[in-house]
């Protein structure tokens, strides 16, 4: 008997008297919720690369019909994707103490022998299966992108986006089985806080394969322990949201990615997610006897030099940028050359189409990205050669870099040398 309690496959090997359906039930529909804007949010990030428009952006070219969804990005309003990848990475992040509460409440279930009762019951264990491989999956891959900074070169879009299909189909299966009951349970417990409880009521909760057997003595209350949950994801809350705050609060985002350039002070003194050096770009390159920029379109193709670009009509646009891994910066004062008249120039009056933008790094996933005619379109988007009242600094793309309204920052190339514009 004592041997048999010691194997996690024995109901009496869990004794945290915490463990029941209320717990496993509130956590469960936070789950629900945050886990079903999470998917939309991620969705939504994805469609915001373009990769319908060019197998360039497509870093996940086997998507058959998952990618049905897709839709042009807009460019209005200009903080667009800030709001929608800061959601998505905050809450992810907020999600994670959730998620792995939610996750040691039903820990007893996840050892239970036999494996299957009937075809019925394997069903579900695969399905829980998906379910629990799949969520921890998307969290780390997630998570580890944000703080590691690609530590899947150029694999981090598929292996996500994949896995957050399997991961939610497995999790809209479990919702539409366990959701009824977990309102019931929710609903019956604020209900017993005011109404003495039915025996036969009581009966069902204790009867339930989440209590253990044998409890040990509580050391904190279930409301406590969902309390620590709470502040567990409070703190990561306060800590990760900052970064697409800006502002004051962007000192508190202890969490946010670490390891990447000091951006220093003055006009150029904003986040950099890769510099001129990791992107082996040298002051030989962008020299003025040295850099082009080299414009193709329909008339043909056209080199100009920094001076020439300088030469052209300039504007202005306040436009942030917002990265994939959730920061964000504030609206920065951007300068240079509409690409409409850019696309203009060869021979693409009136209606502009889509672009080709190819960087002078050379390698790496970042030097090419498409942007689609509503963005060359729009004319808050730039080919930018200066930045709140100075030229670029290196690390932010000098000569030239793209700054397109409410697009993620993988789209606004830096070191720009060539545009090729045209139906792509
Ligand atoms: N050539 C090139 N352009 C690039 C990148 C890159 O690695 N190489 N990174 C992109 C990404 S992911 C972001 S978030 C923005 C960041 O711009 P910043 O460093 O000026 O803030 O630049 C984009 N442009
Ligand atoms: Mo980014």
Same mark, same amino acid.
């Given at each position: 008997m004592r041997d048999h309690l010691r194997l996690p496959t024995s109901?009496?090997?869990?004794?945290?008297?915490?463990?029941?359906?209320? *717990?496993?039930? +509130?956590?469960? &529909?936070? $789950?629900?919720? !945050?886990?079903?804007?999470? %998917?939309? /949010? #991620?969705?939504?990030?994805?469609?915001?690369?373009?990769?319908?428009?060019?197998?360039?952006?497509?870093?996940?070219?086997?998507?058959?019909?998952?990618?049905?969804?897709?839709?042009?990005?807009?460019?209005?309003?200009?903080?667009?994707?800030?709001?929608?990848?800061?959601?998505?990475?905050?809450?992810?992040?907020?999600?994670?103490?959730?998620?792995?509460?939610?996750?040691?409440?039903?820990?007893?279930?996840?050892?239970?022998?036999?494996?299957?009762?009937?075809?019925?019951?394997? *069903?579900?264990? +695969?399905?829980? &299966?998906? $379910?629990?491989? !799949?969520?921890?999956?998307? %969290?780390? /891959? #997630?998570?580890?992108?944000?703080?590691?900074?690609?530590?899947?070169?150029?694999?981090?879009?598929?292996?996500?986006?994949?896995?957050?299909?399997?991961?939610?189909?497995?999790?809209?299966?479990?919702?539409?089985?366990?959701?009824?009951?977990?309102?019931?349970?929710?609903?019956?417990?604020?209900?017993?806080?005011?109404?003495?409880?039915?025996?036969?009521?009581?009966?069902?909760?204790?009867?339930?394969?989440?209590?253990?057997?044998?409890?040990?003595?509580?050391?904190?209350?279930?409301?406590g322990a969902l309390g620590m949950v709470g502040g567990a994801s409070l703190l990561l809350f306060l800590t990760t949201v900052g970064q697409s705050l800006g502002g004051p609060f962007r000192r508190t985002a202890l969490l946010a990615p670490h390891g990447t350039a000091d951006p220093g002070g003055g006009p150029n003194g904003f986040q950099i997610n890769k510099t001129a050096g990791y992107a082996g770009i040298t002051p030989a390159d962008t020299h003025a006897d040295a850099w082009r920029l080299v414009v193709g379109g329909r008339t043909g193709t056209v080199r100009l030099t920094r001076a020439d670009l300088l030469g052209l009509p300039l504007h202005s646009s306040s436009l942030p940028i917002a990265c994939v891994e959730g920061w964000s910066t504030a609206d920065q004062w951007w300068r240079g050359?509409?690409?409409r008249d850019l696309a203009a120039l060869v021979g693409h009056d009136g209606d502009p189409p889509d672009v080709l933008v190819e960087s002078l790094q050379r390698h790496g996933a970042f030097r090419r990205a498409a942007l689609r005619a509503n963005q060359v379109a729009d004319p808050r988007s730039l080919l930018a050669l200066q930045v709140n009242g100075e030229d670029l600094s290196p690390d932010h793309g000098y000569p030239a870099r793209i700054i397109v309204p409410a697009a993620p920052g993988v789209l606004n190339t830096k070191w720009v040398a060539r545009l090729t514009f045209g139906d792509l």
């Open positions: 109901p009496g090997f869990w004794r945290s008297p915490l463990r029941g359906p209320w *717990l496993t039930s +509130v956590l469960g &529909l936070v $789950l629900l919720v !945050g886990v079903t804007v999470l %998917f939309v /949010t #991620g969705l939504v990030s994805y469609a915001a690369y373009n990769p319908g428009l060019s197998p360039v952006n497509d870093t996940t070219p086997d998507k058959g019909v998952l990618g049905f969804y897709l839709f042009a990005w807009p460019t209005d309003p200009v903080w667009l994707y800030r709001l929608t990848q800061g959601v998505h990475v905050t809450l992810g992040v907020t999600l994670i103490p959730v998620l792995l509460a939610k996750l040691w409440s039903v820990v007893p279930r996840l050892f239970t022998l036999p494996p299957a009762r009937s075809v019925a019951h394997a *069903l579900e264990r +695969v399905s829980l &299966l998906l $379910l629990v491989g !799949g969520g921890l999956f998307e %969290f780390t /891959t #997630g998570v580890l992108n944000v703080q590691l900074d690609y530590v899947f070169p150029g694999s981090f879009y598929p292996l996500h986006f994949y896995g957050a299909w399997v991961f939610f189909a497995a999790f809209v299966a479990h919702a539409a089985l366990k959701a009824p009951a977990a309102v019931r349970t929710v609903r019956r417990h604020s209900a017993e806080a005011t109404e003495t409880t039915r025996p036969a009521e009581a009966a069902e909760l204790v009867e339930d394969d989440l209590v253990s057997p044998r409890p040990a003595p509580p050391t904190v209350s279930r409301r050359v509409r690409l």
